[in-house]
């Protein structure tokens, strides 16, 4: 079964707020049966102050998303609903100490149910933005609407195109044989043909970074640590790995000792990227310090 | 109170005696069986014996017909691919809506390869139509594959009539019969089916062994080709000592089986009439009269599978779920969309599957913590009203979130 965290298992076993608040005067219901779960989220709001006095929940659905329920109501009592409305559904997978990829839509739906909750309060009509789609890459959580998505709007080809976009793909690869299947599918609705091979599409823009993006100087901070545990596994193989520089996402490495040139070299370096992913939560791209010249200048006009 | 297994339609326990026969093939017969030196002049009598052993539970005429291969998925893929290989001029496969993924996911790489596949449906109660299947068979179809009874809900179809009908139109037939082999009497000899998968792991033998029954004549190409090994239809060396111990599984399997359709079911009928009777607003899926001695797949509506699995899992019970949940996607599970069970009640199925293992003292403490479980999640449920312990009037209507 899932690998849970303590605080899920806390917050499923022991509910906080199961229930509806008796004298709501908010009501956000969010969800889908057909998928599996549902939520309505109840609060009694303070007239005058917009505090949230009493938030309440009802869930059909799995561990993640009962616990999600309970947690959020946890976090938004006491707040008013300005503050409740900046909430993100990184802050509700946060307080559960983390989500598996596959659950993460249980937070979503957390967050959507509060502000459909604060626009019935105001009077407003909450419209979901959102749509759902089955989940393709597990290593960051992207499903397949949003890979579509990005397809047709930024006119991807390749599957390195997609990693570049959404970070799907750009982990342990499995996911690579459905990526290419939603290429084929959208480029033959556009008429065009999938070529594995065909070139990158230009100058990737930025990736929509969920959380505030790191500074330049944390990311550089960061990807030290983490190469710095990965050091002794490598030195015990008799090599090494320094790093050269960052360049936005990209982190330039001199691999030496046995590491150098080895035939293991890529693989390692595949294995740095990946770990340093995990740990960062963002793309990351680890490249060797002799690629450094060719792409610079291209980096530089970004 | 030691933990309850109700899981043995995902997989079972290995068997002692399985064990120790399989023992003396890591640490003494340990040679290649193609070797000539003592270190493999047991292992090909061995590999012979569980043969033989095969061929009794599932009855078929020559124990040559038994190729010994990974796993079932591994069987169920040969089968196919063998089927469309040997007959390159037909393009059509026909299948059913229910069956296990290692079949329904194959169907959909060929379909996208050019190949028409026919997913027949299933009624209410999971139940074959037999006249719109008669209609579909032609000289078009390169091989029918139909389970002999289902994972989830443990409904047996007809595969013997069925084989009947597709040989009488020239057609192959295969079976999956991953989940009835060991469960209920098998004769293959007096059946038409050419083809059958069988693992392991179902029947107390270790995971990672399977066989593909090969009728005899049929024409066949294998899956992997190389050494001379299973007489060139599965090439690589033996996976010995796991192919000895599903023979004495099977041989064990032949032993129990009257014990399987008659105390193993006892259980579950008793689990089942408990729940039912106990638990308001749940119903058993599948074919009631048509089933697998040894599994019962309930519908609690109003809440969710894998939060009924958490709890139970709390109380020291292993069930599964067919719900959306468990496995990670979102669309409950395609058995029960398949049967047309409402959404309300799909993803809150619950599949209790037994051995010869359990015992009636388990059946009675699933019993005790079983109501509780239920009663528990519906109170957080938006379709239940908790003051009235009922559903809400109309769940469907009353409760229509956002977005569909
Ligand atoms: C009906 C059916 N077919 C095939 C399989 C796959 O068998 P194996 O795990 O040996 O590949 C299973 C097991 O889950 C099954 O229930
Ligand atoms: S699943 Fe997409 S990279 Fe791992």
Not at chain 1, 203 to 224: S, Y
Not at chain 1, 236 to 245: H, K, N, P, R, Y
Request: contains cysteine.
């Amino acid at each position: 079964m899932w690998d849970y965290s303590d605080k899920v298992k806390e917050h499923f076993f022991n509910p906080k707020n199961a229930g509806a608040v008796v004298d709501a005067n908010a009501t956000g219901e969010v969800g889908s049966i057909s998928c599996g779960d549902a939520l309505r989220l109840t609060l009694k709001v303070d007239d005058a102050t917009e505090v949230i006095l009493e938030a309440g929940f009802q869930t059909f659905g799995c561990g993640s998303a009962i616990a999600s329920s309970s947690v959020l109501t946890e976090i938004i009592k006491g707040m008013t609903l300005d503050e409740a409305l900046k909430v993100t559904n990184q802050d509700i997978a946060d307080q559960l100490e983390g989500l598996p990829p596959e659950k993460m839509h249980c937070s979503v739906m957390g967050r959507e149910a509060l502000q459909a909750a604060i626009a019935n309060y105001r009077g407003e009509e909450w419209k979901d933005d959102h749509e759902e789609g089955a989940l393709i890459c597990k290593c960051f959580a992207i499903d397949a609407v949003m890979i579509e998505e990005m397809v047709w709007a930024n006119k991807l080809r390749t599957v390195q195109d997609v990693t570049n976009f959404t970070k799907a793909g750009g982990g342990c690869a499995a996911c690579h044989e459905d990526i290419e299947a939603i290429l084929e599918k959208v480029l033959a609705e556009k008429g065009e043909k999938f070529d594995p091979n065909a070139a990158p599409v230009e100058t990737p823009v930025k990736i929509a970074a969920v959380k505030a993006p790191l500074t330049n100087l944390q990311r550089i901070k960061k990807i030290e640590q983490v190469l710095e545990s990965l050091r002794p596994s490598l030195m015990a193989d008799g090599g090494d790995v320094e790093l050269v520089e960052v360049i936005g996402n990209t982190a330039y490495v001199n691999m030496t000792g046995a590491c150098n040139g080895c035939q293991m070299a890529a693989m390692t370096i595949a294995g740095i990227q990946q770990r340093l992913m995990e740990v960062m939560g963002e793309f990351i791209k680890v490249v060797p310090a002799t690629e450094m010249a060719k792409l610079v200048n291209i980096e530089a006009v970004s | 109170m030691t933990d309850i297994y109700l899981d043995n339609n995902a997989t079972t326990k290995v068997d002692r005696a399985v064990v120790d026969a399989m023992i003396p093939y890591f640490l003494e017969q340990y040679g290649n069986p193609s070797s000539i030196h003592k270190f493999a002049d047991g292992v090909a009598r061995g590999i012979k014996q569980a043969r033989q052993q095969v061929q009794n539970l599932i009855g078929c005429e020559h124990d040559s017909e038994i190729i010994f291969t990974s796993c079932g998925t591994e069987s169920n893929s040969t089968a196919i691919l063998s089927a469309i290989k040997a007959q390159p001029n037909k393009k059509e496969i026909i299948t059913t809506t229910v069956e296990h993924p290692a079949i329904l996911s194959l169907c959909e790489y060929l379909e996208k390869e050019g190949y028409t596949i026919h997913r027949l449906p299933v009624d209410k109660a999971g139940r074959l139509n037999l006249e719109s299947y008669k209609k579909l068979l032609s000289d078009e179809v390169a091989i029918v594959s139909v389970m002999w009874a289902n994972n989830e809900t443990g409904t047996i179809f007809p595969v013997a009539e069925m084989a009947e009908m597709a040989n009488a139109a020239g057609v192959m037939f295969h079976t999956d019969a991953v989940q009835a082999v060991g469960k209920i009497p098998m004769m293959l000899q007096d059946t038409k089916i050419d083809m059958l998968s069988l693992s392991g792991h179902k029947l107390h033998a270790p995971k990672g062994i399977g066989v593909l029954y090969l009728r005899r004549g049929t024409r066949y190409r294998p899956l992997l080709r190389g050494g001379h090994q299973e007489r060139g239809r599965r090439a690589g060396t033996e996976n010995s000592a796991s192919i000895v111990g599903l023979g004495k599984a099977c041989e064990l399997a032949l032993e129990f089986i009257e014990y399987e359709n008659t105390k193993v079911k006892a259980m579950r009928d008793r689990l089942e009439r408990g729940i039912t009777e106990q638990i308001p607003h749940c119903f058993v899926t599948g074919d009631l009269y048509n089933r697998l001695p040894n599994t019962t797949d309930i519908a609690f509506e109003y809440i969710e599978g894998e939060s009924i699995l958490m709890l139970l899992n709390k109380a020291g019970i292993a069930a599964s779920s067919g719900s959306a949940c468990t496995s990670g996607s979102l669309e409950p599970s395609h058995v029960m969309r398949a049967m047309d069970i409402p959404y309300t009640a799909a993803h809150g199925t619950i599949r209790f599957s037994f051995s010869r293992y359990n015992t009636m003292s388990e059946v009675d403490e699933v019993l005790k913590v079983m109501p509780g479980i239920v009663a528990t999640l519906r109170k957080l449920s938006p379709y239940w009203d908790s003051i009235n312990n009922a559903p809400v009037t109309n769940p469907e209507q009353a409760f229509q979130p956002t977005y569909a």
